[in-house]
């Protein structure tokens, strides 16, 4: 299937903004500018842990989306889960996977809260990064980490010991839904954090860079396990097959073998582990969804925020 007539939009919108940028550029930085200096006005921006809480505040706010997605509107969004997964399994919302997200968020949050407050070190600059400058650290931060995590996410796949202690608990589902962003253990949670910190920290963003930076990757995260692919989602709106997206993340937990990165496809295409096949996506989708994250309870019973259906 083509592009859609909301895909062509999206890329028109972005040719637009990109063509505003490069054309009247001064107006443009004028606009963030003025953004950053109302941003600064914040005592929350001004906290020394608001990274790390910006990322928890939109992290939950995109599970609600795909939560909202899956559950109460399940019927009506069944149409844009049919390309990756018509019949999900959705246990992985109930009980175990409620309180998987509460644990590992406060894994993530403790440690860095602890960290900021031991020493705190946040100083912001009064001049903005420029809408070009924004844009491309942005880009470049994206870039460099997905080209860290990939040379990881490789190296946990090729090595069975790192694989088993490691990665194979985010692979426990070969159905995934947007919860399952955060099945991971310590040791690749502190993996998937230390490549973001030294991406931006690599590329020196600019904190206004860095907070647009963690919004995108955050929400791109989740939108990768969601099973869903709509139109106006990267995958589609970038041309060329350029960004990978939900689609081939869910190749990826179905074979393992394929699509490892997360958010491009060039390493997977020079590596010749990008499936274009159309045939294996529809072998994928056609194979029995598996039972997601059931864990027993007391005596032996079930545990899940509802009952099974």
């Known amino acids: 299937m083509g592009p859609t007539a909301s895909t062509h939009m999206c890329r028109g919108a972005v040719l637009a903004v990109a063509a505003w ?7 443009a930085d004028a606009v963030v500018q003025g953004a950053w200096d109302s941003t600064l006005a914040s005592k929350w921006v001004q906290w020394d842990t608001f990274e790390p809480s910006l990322v928890v505040i939109v992290f939950l706010l995109s599970l609600w989306f795909f939560w ?5 509107l399940h019927e009506r969004s069944a149409p844009w889960r049919a390309g990756i997964c018509a019949n999900p399994d959705m246990r992985a ?14 894994f993530y949050v403790v440690p860095l809260v602890v960290l900021d407050v031991l020493f705190p070190r946040r100083v912001l600059p009064d001049a903005a990064p420029g809408a070009a400058r924004l844009v491309i650290e942005v880009v470049a931060s994206l870039l460099l980490y997905d080209l860290l995590f990939t040379a ?32 991971l253990t310590l040791w690749e949670e502190g993996l998937d954090v230390a490549c973001s910190v030294a991406a931006l920290n690599l590329v020196r ?21 969601s099973g869903y692919e709509f139109p106006w989602m990267l995958q589609d709106v970038v041309p060329c097959g350029l960004m990978a997206g939900s689609r081939k993340h ?25 499936s274009k096949d159309k045939s294996a996506t529809a072998k994928a989708l056609a194979a029995p969804a598996e039972p997601q994250l059931v864990q027993q309870g007391k005596g032996g019973r079930k545990r899940f925020l509802s009952p099974p259906s």
């Open 205 to 225: 963003a600019h904190p206004m860079s860095r907070a647009v930076y963690n919004v995108v990757i955050v929400y791109l995260l989740v939108e990768l396990h």
């Open 250 to 274: 869910a190749l990826h937990h179905r074979y393992g073998n394929v699509c490892y990165q997360k958010f491009f496809t060039y390493i997977d295409a020079a590596m010749g582990t990008l």
């Open 93 to 106: 919302w109930r009980w175990e996977g409620g309180k998987r997200i509460l644990h590992e968020t406060a």
């Open 68 to 72: 909202a997605l899956d559950v109460p």
């Open 21 to 27: 940028i490069a054309f009247d550029g001064s107006r």
């Open 152 to 183: 990881g996410h490789v190296l946990c796949h090729s090595t069975p010991w790192l694989y088993r202690t490691t990665h194979s608990k985010h692979h426990r589902a070969t159905t995934v839904r947007a919860c399952e962003t955060v099945c």
